[in-house]
């Protein structure tokens, strides 16, 4: 079944500063990986996606994905953050046996000014 | 976030009431999704509606139960829940094959905060 992990409950990063959120994936065949924030009080919004093509994403509020198929990894990434970048997010994956997505744990991200 | 909406935002209920949970996509997609968000857990898929037929139940206690009258309108009934049911409960919307490729990113409503006394 397709998976994916995110090994960071937490990330902190000071304001200014670049920004990395972990996510690995497990899938049989081609891997379409999503990533999504939640701020508090709000439903998930949808940041970027990998379907084929560049292994780098570009994505909403400055932010980037780099798709890496030997180390199976999808890291989210943003040059310089910001306090407003403080929020959950989530890695998923799409899971082609049923269409479902299947969502990691999240990761909090905590940008200190 | 007005593409997809919920109501109630908040819900308090005892473990021997009825009540039900409404979300409205206003963006003509043909999917619709209910999610359990639980503190440090992964979502938990919960119901799938494509086409407005059912297309999946992840062994969700008959507690819970979805209506999808209309592709643009999902329900969650609930009735005698226990507390461990307390989570945020969001709705989401997507095109969906076999209308579009399985590449098609979900967007969510807000969610209901729902607590089981």
């Known amino acids: 079944a397709q998976s994916v992990a995110q090994p960071e409950d937490q990330v902190n990063v000071a304001e200014g500063n670049p920004l990395t959120v972990k996510c690995t994936y497990s899938v049989s065949g081609n891997p379409y990986l999503f990533w999504y924030v939640q701020y508090p009080n709000r439903g998930l919004q949808f940041l970027l996606k990998?379907?084929?093509?560049?292994?780098l994403v570009k994505g909403s509020y400055g932010f980037e994905a780099e798709f890496n198929k030997s180390q199976t990894s999808f890291h989210l990434k943003k040059p310089s953050a910001l306090v407003s970048d403080s929020a959950l997010y989530f890695c998923a994956v799409r899971d082609m046996s049923n269409n479902d997505m299947r969502f990691g744990a999240g990761t909090r991200l905590t940008v200190k000014p | 976030e007005t593409g997809v909406t919920q109501t109630p935002r908040h819900l308090v209920m005892g473990m021997t009431n009825k009540k039900s949970l409404k979300c409205e996509q206003h963006?003509?997609?043909?999917?619709m999704y209910w999610y359990k968000q639980s503190a440090k857990k992964p979502l938990e898929l919960m119901f799938v509606?494509?086409?407005?037929?059912?297309?999946e139940n992840n062994s969700v206690p008959s507690r819970f139960s979805p209506e999808c009258p209309n592709s643009s309108h999902l329900f969650l009934h609930l009735h005698t829940l226990q507390p461990e049911d307390s989570a945020l409960y969001l709705c989401?919307?997507?095109?969906?094959?076999?209308?579009?490729?399985?590449?098609?990113?979900?967007?969510f409503g807000p969610g209901t905060r729902l607590t089981v006394l």
């Open positions: 509606y494509s086409l407005e037929e059912r297309v």
């Open positions: 990998y379907i084929t093509g560049d292994n």
């Open positions: 989401a919307s997507s095109q969906a094959p076999p209308t579009s490729g399985p590449y098609n990113e979900q967007f």
């Open positions: 963006l003509g997609h043909n999917a």
